[in-house]
C-alpha cells in the first residue's frame, strides 16, 4: 500500500529514522502540551537534566544559566542526572564485582536503552549479560520520588530513546523532553537563557558522573570505583553507534573480543551525539570536560548525594 510501517520486533527507537529521513516526515511523541498542563496546574514540576546539556543552549550560555531559565519556565526544581549516573556507577560495580567472573564471562552497561533493546531483539541469547542497574534517569527519577512522591518528573536530555524507557519506569519518570523540544518551550516563552543573570548554584554529581555520555564515560566511571575499592581495573571494550555495537558483541559472544565489561552507545559519539542534541558533540564533549574538571566532588565515593541517594532507592530494573 506504500505505506512505510516500523517493525516493532527489529526497531529499538534509537531515532535514527528521524534524522535521516529527508522529508521529515517522521517524528516521536512530544511531551510539551502535558508538560505545559501539570506546571499551570501547580504540580511540582521537576526538571532532570541530563550530562550533555552543558553547551546545548549556546556556547556561552552557563549551567546556572539553563537553571535560571527552567526554574522562569516554572520547574519547581532542577536535577542534575549525572548524580543518577554516580548512583548508576556505584550499584553496576557492585554488580559487576558480584557476577564477573564467578557468575558470567562478561557484562555490558544498561544506561543506552537503544542499546539494551538492540540486545534483546537482536541478540537474546546475550539479554541476561545486560546489567540490572538502572540508567542513570530511572535512578534520578526514583530519587527525587522518594524525596517528593508528588512530584512530576521531566527528564530532558538528547535521546529520543529515552521516551520509550519512560513508558517502563513509570514509576520513576513522567515525561521526556529532547533538547530540541526545550528549546522550543523556551522559544514560545520568551525566555533567552544567554540574557538571564545567574543564580548561586553548586554542582552535587562528580565529575565521573558528569563525564557518562563522553566517549568512555560509562567504564571510566566504572573502573573509577573499583579503583576506590581497591579492586583490580577490568578488561572493557567501548562501541557506539548500533552497527558497531551489534558487530563486537557478536564477536564477544563468540569468543573473539576478549572483554570482561562492554560499553554500548546506540548514537556515534556516544550520547552528545543524540538525535535530539542541538549543539555539535565536538564543542560539547570539550564543555562537559571542563564542567566536570571543576566539579568540587573528585570521586563517586564520598559525602555526596548519589551515596546517600543509592542507599535509598533501588537500584534494580523491575
Do not use: W
Request: glycine share 8%; net charge neutral; charged share 20%.
Amino acid at each position: 500500500d506504500r505505506k512505510a510501517k516500523i517493525d516493532t520486533s527489529k526497531c529499538v527507537e534509537c531515532g535514527s529514522c528521524r534524522s535521516a529521513c529527508p522529508f521529515g516526515a517522521i517524528d516521536e511523541r512530544s511531551n510539551i502540551v502535558q508538560i505545559i498542563q501539570a506546571i499551570r496546574a501547580g504540580q511540582r514540576v521537576h526538571a532532570l537534566l541530563a550530562p550533555s546539556f552543558i553547551g546545548q543552549m549556546g556556547f556561552k550560555v552557563t549551567p546556572p544559566q539553563i537553571v535560571t531559565a527552567l526554574k522562569k519556565m516554572g520547574f519547581a526544581a532542577i536535577e542534575e542526572v549525572a548524580v543518577g549516573a554516580d548512583m548508576t556507577a556505584l550499584h553496576e560495580t557492585k554488580e559487576f564485582m558480584e557476577k564477573v567472573p564467578a557468575r558470567q564471562k562478561y557484562m555490558t552497561n544498561s544506561c543506552c536503552p537503544a542499546f539494551v533493546a538492540l540486545i534483546q531483539k537482536h541478540l537474546p541469547n546475550e539479554a541476561d549479560k545486560v546489567s540490572t542497574t538502572v540508567s542513570p534517569m530511572v535512578a534520578c527519577g526514583r530519587y527525587v520520588k522518594s524525596e517528593y512522591p508528588e512530584a512530576v518528573t521531566v527528564f530532558i536530555g538528547p535521546c529520543i530513546a529515552k521516551k520509550g524507557e519512560a513508558r517502563k519506569f513509570s514509576d520513576a519518570i513522567d515525561y521526556v523532553l529532547t533538547f530540541e523540544e526545550l528549546a522550543c518551550m523556551m522559544a514560545g516563552a520568551e525566555i533567552d537563557p544567554a540574557t538571564l543573570a545567574s543564580e548561586s548554584y553548586i554542582n552535587q554529581a562528580s565529575g565521573f558522573g558528569i563525564s557518562f555520555p563522553l566517549l568512555k564515560g560509562v567504564q571510566g566511571a566504572l573502573n573509577h570505583t573499583l579503583e576506590e575499592l581497591e579492586e583490580t581495573q577490568v578488561q572493557a571494550h567501548y562501541a557506539s553507534g548500533l552497527e558497531a555495537c551489534l558487530d563486537d558483541m557478536k564477536k564477544l559472544a563468540s569468543g573473539k573480543l576478549p572483554c570482561q565489561y562492554f560499553e554500548g552507545m546506540a548514537c556515534v559519539n556516544g550520547c552528545i551525539d543524540g538525535p535530539g542534541a542541538l549543539a555539535e558533540s565536538g564543542l560539547v564533549s570539550v564543555l562537559i570536560k571542563k564542567y566536570a574538571s571543576e566539579s568540587q566532588h573528585k570521586t563517586v565515593h564520598g559525602d555526596t548525594t548519589a551515596v546517600k541517594a543509592v542507599k535509598k532507592v533501588d537500584m534494580e530494573v523491575r
